[in-house]
Each structure stands twice: as structure tokens, then as C-alpha cells.
């Protein structure tokens, strides 16, 4: 019976970090509340939702979408089951996107296939000159990145739309974007935290490129004159997409690595 905090993170019978992440979501508590207050015992209503949680976890479901968040670039962003859970790996392309929006610049940006908004709200929130607009084909999508744009005051038009489809005249200095780009069939898809997720967000084709290589096609329609192209691929696709990028007719095409040195991130200019 978790009767306690100390009793309650003791009997969990899952990784002891998402045991903690769950009681502290569970109580509304810190980190430091939690190991100042071993003895502190669970109302009733905390044991519940904490026990609850603890089941589904048991089952595979994924930490935030049983608690409702999940940080990134050190922010806070709502999520549910109707978009992906950012990851740190999208980090990068929030990243090299700020290292071509001039801080006080009114650039033009798009973000497709926003998901949760974590990498428009993020380029909005580290340049507020910036006029981003985000776009998703999925409206429960959207509405989750309203909500996440609203927590974070910053102002970003979202457009429900299917990759470039609802843009028609629109120029941007800057695109970005983190498709969908797993093989379909990949075994991944059937383990883990993947099980959970939206498929539409994550599946790309037989080979995990469709996406990208609608959005390398079109993108320079959208472009203005020197604009740049940058989105998020699979560790093994760098090759590819510059490939991609290279038969489009981009200019500088290149792939940047990740913290782990893994191609994650390829992009071109017009």
C-alpha cells in the first residue's frame, strides 16, 4: 500500500525517474518536497491517480502522456495523445533555426507539421520579432498548440493544413520541419512508447521518406528568394536527403549531427 512518498516510490515496480516524475505530478510537488518529506502520507485521491498512473506505465504508456507534459528547450509544453511527445533530438533544428533568424528581424517563419507548436513556440519565444506560422493537418493537433502557444504568450498563426496546401501565395525567409519519417513496418513501431503515439505523425512510406520528400519539392514555391529550408530525419537518412536537396536544386545543401553524432537535421537554401 503506498501510504507514504518513501512507500509509494519503494513499491512502484518501474524506473525509479518516471516512479518520481509521476508521484511529484501526482502530490503537485517538487523534487525537493519529495526527498524532504519521505514520511508524508498520500490523501486519498494522490494514492489513487499515482497508482493509476503507475498501472499504465507498467503497460508502456508514456510518462507524458499519463502526466500531460514534457519539457523542452526548457520549456514546458502540454501534450496528448493526439501529438508527439517532443524529444530532445528536435532540439537541434530549434537550434539551427535560431542561428538564422536574426534577433531583431520580423523573418518570416513556417513550421509544418507542428504537432504540440514545441518548435514554432520555441522560435517565438527566443525571437519575438519572428512571424511564425504553424501549420498541421490535424486539427486535435492544433488545438493542443494553441493551448501551448497561449501558456507561453507568444503569438503564432496556426493554419490547419495538409503539408503546403493552404499557403497558396505565401513566401517565408525560413521553413522548418520534424515530418513524419519511420519506415512503415519498421518493428519499433509495435514497442515501446512508438505503440502510443499518433502513426499518421510518425509513418512515412516504405522507406520513411515520402514526407520529406514532399516537403523538399515544394518548399522552394514557398521560399522567398534566399530562404532557407531545414527539418528534422531519421539517423540513417542524412544521405538521402541531401540527395534530395541536391536533385531540387538547393543551394549548400548539408546534414549537422546531434549531441550524440548522429545525422539529424538537413537543410538547403533557394
Not at 519498421?186 to 514526407?211: C, Q
Request: some cysteine; charged content about 25%.
Amino acid at each position: 500500500m503506498a501510504g507514504t512518498i518513501a512507500e509509494a516510490l519503494r513499491m512502484a515496480g518501474v524506473d525509479p525517474t518516471d516512479a518520481r516524475v509521476l508521484l511529484r505530478a501526482a502530490l503537485q510537488a517538487s523534487d525537493a518536497q519529495l526527498a524532504a518529506h519521505p514520511e508524508q502520507a498520500l490523501t486519498g485521491v494522490e494514492r489513487d491517480r499515482y497508482l493509476s498512473w503507475i498501472e499504465r506505465r507498467r503497460a508502456g504508456e508514456p510518462v507524458a502522456y499519463l502526466t500531460g507534459l514534457r519539457e523542452f528547450y526548457s520549456l514546458a509544453f502540454k501534450v496528448t495523445p493526439a501529438v508527439l511527445i517532443p524529444r530532445p533530438e528536435t532540439e537541434l533544428l530549434v537550434e539551427r533555426a535560431l542561428e538564422l533568424i536574426p534577433v531583431d528581424a520580423a523573418v518570416r517563419v513556417l513550421d509544418l507539421a507542428t504537432g504540440s507548436g514545441c518548435v514554432a513556440v520555441t522560435i517565438a519565444q527566443h525571437r519575438p520579432r519572428a512571424q511564425v506560422t504553424a501549420t498541421d493537418i490535424s486539427p486535435a493537433a492544433l488545438a493542443v498548440a494553441r493551448e501551448n502557444a497561449a501558456s507561453h504568450g507568444v503569438k503564432i498563426e496556426f493554419i490547419e493544413s495538409d503539408w503546403f496546401a493552404a499557403l497558396s501565395g505565401r513566401r517565408f525567409e525560413l521553413i522548418v520541419a520534424n515530418p513524419p519519417y519511420v519506415a512503415d513496418g519498421d518493428p519499433h513501431l509495435a514497442a515501446g512508447a512508438l505503440r502510443f503515439e499518433p502513426r499518421a505523425a510518425l509513418v512515412s512510406g516504405p522507406a520513411g521518406l515520402d514526407a520529406i520528400e514532399v516537403i523538399v519539392e515544394q518548399a522552394p514555391r514557398y521560399l522567398a528568394p534566399g530562404g532557407r529550408l531545414l527539418f528534422e530525419h531519421g539517423y540513417e537518412q542524412g544521405s538521402c536527403s541531401r540527395a534530395l536537396l541536391v536533385a531540387a536544386g538547393y543551394r549548400d545543401p548539408l546534414t549537422y549531427r546531434d549531441l550524440a553524432g548522429l545525422e539529424r537535421v538537413s537543410g538547403g537554401k533557394v
